[in-house]
Structure formats: structure tokens, C-alpha cells
């Protein structure tokens, strides 16, 4: 029965119109995204050639650190890392004083603290396993660091390409969610469901898995189009690159796996937005409350509460695990994996908790 329900769900939400729409703006922000950056490239090709036909990118070994800052680059050598070690170690202990000193205003920055241990533990890690004298790139802020390529490849250029169209299905997400339950309250029909033999848990999970299958839909679609473009029109360069998670986690692999960390944290956004507009629909009856909420409402109060110190405990921040993947350049101080794992837990949890119950008990009259 519960299937047949689902079905129902699915097809009830689908919108032609809307999925048109969607698909329309999504292609030609990709197309225009993929004409500005290959321009880019051109210009960049241009200029390190200087019409010679001759690639003027770093070449492999060039640009290796020389003791007095840390750069990523593609050769690191055992002199200059243990140098290094040293030097985050002496910073690590000015920032812990400088936060101890500033207490609760620290939590209102970046967090300088966790950097230094991300650097200071990047470094350990090229000097316990002994990654000296290698062609080796490092993951950080949404970039590969070390590449020989000055330009666009196709890996970041998906990347990008991807996290633009994040909002895009986020608002059809929310449009397919928030207006699950608020459409059959205003058009009546939910009573006529409710005379079915199935309860109003089964019906709340029907509409609920109809539309986070919609919005996976839309966001896995848009990433096939997104990786087919990437690979047809930007090159493909490969390089072992060093990645790092939660400021701890390191491992060593091919560049083109900042794609996973990208569609796997940018999914997670997507549904959890998705999940909110479903809940906030179904407790308010109101679709368009549902549908802005997530989109501006949450965002709005949580710039709001990132200025007071509280940002890590909020959704907005919670949701965002790129910050945690090499994604993002900025962190709220305090932040970390844990936290925001439990915070997208209790938030997303509870309100779906509340919607559930809120249905299973309301008056549908």
C-alpha cells in the first residue's frame, strides 16, 4: 500500500512546467559558466605562451617552499617541512593565547585556532610518511594547490559548476516540499486522503520520500550534465593530492576526488533544506512560508547569529559539511565535523519529528 502511495506522491508532485523551467536555467548557466572559463583559459594560455605554442605553467619542482613560509606545491622536502613543523607549532600556541585572551569574541571570527592544527597537521603527515621529492598537490579552499595547470580543469571546473546550480535545487526542492501538504489543505483533498485505508504516517512519509526523491533527481541530473560539459570542453590533468577532513582526517588520491567531496556535501545541503521546507509546509499550511524559509529566512538568521557567537550551533552552519572538506576558506570559530554533524541531526530531526506528529494530531477541517 505504501508503495502505491509513494507512487501517487511522486507523480502528484511533479510539475512539467516547473521541471522545464529548472532544467532550462540550470543549462544555460552552465553553458554560460563553461564559455567564461574557457575565455580563461584562452587568455591564460595566451599569456604563459606568448604565442609560441609553448606551455609556460609551473613545471614540476618548481616552487618548492623555501623555509619561510608554506606554500602548496608540488615538491616538499624533509628540511623545509621539518622547518615548518616548528613554525606552526609557535604560532599554534600565540593563537590558543590570543583566543584564551579574547574569549566569547573569538567564537564571532574565523577560526584561526583550527587552521594552524589543519596546517600543523598537513606538515606531520608529509613528514611521518615521508612524501618528500613527489609530484604532490594539496586540497584546500575549494582549490588543488600544486597542479602544473595555471588554468581551468575539468575537475574544477565541476566543482564550481556545481556548487552554483546548490541553490537552484535547493528552490526546486523547497517548491516541491513546502507545497506537499499546503496544496491538499487548500484544495481540500486531503480529507478524501484521509478516507483511504492507510494512516497519516504512511501519508506524511509518501510525501516526504516523493519529494527528496524529486530534488535528488534534479541535483544528481544537474551534476551528470555538469561532469559531461566539464570533461567536453576543459582538459584533464591528473595529480595525487593531498586531502584533508574535519581539520585531522589526511589521505592521499587523485585530484579528480574533490568531485565526490563536492556532490556528497552539496547533497547533503540540498537535503536537508529540502526536509525543512517539507516540515515548515506541513506545520503551517502555508507554501510560501514553507518554500522562503529555508531558502532566505535561514540564511538571513544565520548571519545574523554568526555575528553573535552562536553560528556554529545553527542550521545554516550545521548543513554546510564543505566547510569541513576543503570546500570553503572560512570557519566559525568553535566549528567543527561534530558539532555540525549533531546540530543538522537535531534541527532537521526535530522538525521533521514535529511534522509528523503535528499531521498525525491536527484537525483537517
Not at 76 to 102: H, P, Q, S
Not at 163 to 184: C, K, M, N, R, T
Not at 318 to 324: E, I, L, R, V
Not at 333 to 347: D, E, H, P, R, W
Amino acid at each position: 500500500m505504501f508503495k502505491a502511495l509513494y507512487a501517487g506522491e511522486l507523480k502528484k508532485q511533479t510539475n512539467v512546467k516547473t521541471v522545464v523551467i529548472m532544467a532550462a536555467i540550470a543549462l544555460v548557466i552552465l553553458i554560460i559558466l563553461a564559455a567564461v572559463f574557457d575565455s580563461v583559459n584562452e587568455m591564460i594560455f595566451e599569456t604563459n605562451t606568448g604565442g609560441l605554442g609553448v606551455s609556460g605553467g609551473i613545471l614540476p619542482g618548481e616552487g618548492a617552499g623555501d623555509g619561510t613560509s608554506f606554500r602548496e606545491t608540488w615538491n616538499y622536502d624533509e628540511t623545509t617541512v621539518t622547518a615548518e613543523i616548528a613554525r606552526c607549532e609557535y604560532m599554534l600556541k600565540m593563537l590558543e593565547a590570543e583566543k584564551e585572551e579574547a574569549g566569547f569574541d573569538y567564537y564571532r571570527n574565523n577560526d584561526s585556532v583550527y587552521y594552524m592544527r589543519a596546517r600543523l597537521a598537513l606538515l606531520e603527515y608529509i613528514r611521518d610518511n615521508e612524501l618528500y621529492d613527489r609530484d604532490l598537490a594539496v586540497y584546500t579552499n575549494g582549490t588543488v594547490a600544486g597542479m602544473s595547470s595555471a588554468g581551468v580543469t575539468a575537475d574544477t571546473f565541476c566543482v564550481f559548476a556545481l556548487s552554483s546550480l546548490v541553490f537552484l535545487v535547493i528552490i526546486y526542492g523547497a517548491i516541491a516540499a513546502g507545497s506537499a501538504y499546503p496544496d491538499e489543505f487548500r484544495q481540500g483533498t486531503v480529507k478524501l486522503l484521509l478516507l483511504r485505508p492507510v494512516s497519516r504516517n504512511a501519508l506524511t512519509g509518501a510525501k516526504l520520500l516523493a519529494a527528496l526523491t524529486h530534488v535528488s533527481a534534479a541535483y544528481f541530473g544537474c551534476f551528470l550534465v555538469a561532469v559531461a560539459l566539464s570533461y567536453a570542453v576543459f582538459p584533464v590533468e591528473h595529480a595525487e593530492t593531498l586531502y584533508m577532513f574535519n581539520g585531522g582526517a589526511i589521505t592521499v588520491a587523485d585530484n579528480a576526488a574533490q568531485i565526490g567531496i563536492a556532490l556528497a556535501c552539496n547533497y547533503v545541503t540540498v537535503l536537508v533544506y529540502t526536509s525543512l521546507a517539507f516540515a515548515i509546509g506541513a506545520l503551517t499550511r502555508n507554501k510560501v512560508f514553507a518554500i522562503i524559509t529555508p531558502v532566505i529566512l535561514i540564511e538571513v538568521l544565520g548571519a545574523i547569529l554568526s555575528m553573535s557567537g552562536l553560528g556554529r550551533f545553527f542550521i545554516s552552519d550545521a548543513a554546510n559539511w564543505a566547510q569541513f572538506a576543503g570546500l570553503n576558506s572560512t570557519l566559525i570559530g568553535g566549528a567543527n565535523f561534530f558539532i555540525a554533524l549533531a546540530m543538522t541531526v537535531l534541527y532537521t530531526g526535530g522538525a521533521l519529528t514535529a511534522a509528523f506528529l503535528v499531521v498525525g494530531q491536527k484537525d483537517v477541517a
